[in-house]
């Protein structure tokens, strides 16, 4: 069974910063992609940044702001958020694509993390 647990947020004044990180526990899986979204209470749930073997990507609110990697080694995402403003506050979900060999390819999602960022 495969399973993402979230860790690392919290509460942070503006212009603080934050690490997530989320690992990946099961057996039998590789991993496509590993990403991070978020949602806001009243809005939906957005991409924040995804990496996979050769590339990131971000949204264009985080930009050179958030920083997302990947320890292959421990199916492990981290993402690391600097200059946090109050608009970051969020719940943070991990989402990873799981390619489960013969068994097909599978997104799974970690429980959230809850970001809050004072002004």
């Known amino acids: 069974q495969v399973r993402l647990v979230e860790s690392g947020g919290g509460l942070v004044q503006a212009g603080g910063s934050l690490r997530l990180s989320c690992a990946a526990s099961?057996?039998?899986?590789?991993?496509?992609?590993m990403g991070w979204y978020r949602q806001a209470p009243g809005k939906q749930r957005e991409l924040v940044a995804i990496?996979?073997?050769?590339?990131?990507n971000y949204a264009d609110s985080v930009k050179g702001r958030f920083t997302i990697s990947r320890d292959n080694a421990k199916n492990t995402v981290h993402l690391q958020m600097n200059s946090l403003k109050p608009e970051d506050t969020a719940v943070y979900y991990c989402?990873?694509?799981?390619?489960?060999?013969?068994?097909?390819?599978?997104?799974?999602w970690g429980r959230g993390t809850q970001v809050t960022v004072s002004s």
């Open positions: 990496i996979t073997s050769g590339s990131t």
């Open positions: 989402k990873s694509r799981l390619s489960m060999g013969p068994g097909g390819t599978y997104d799974y």
């Open positions: 099961g057996s039998g899986f590789s991993i496509n992609a």
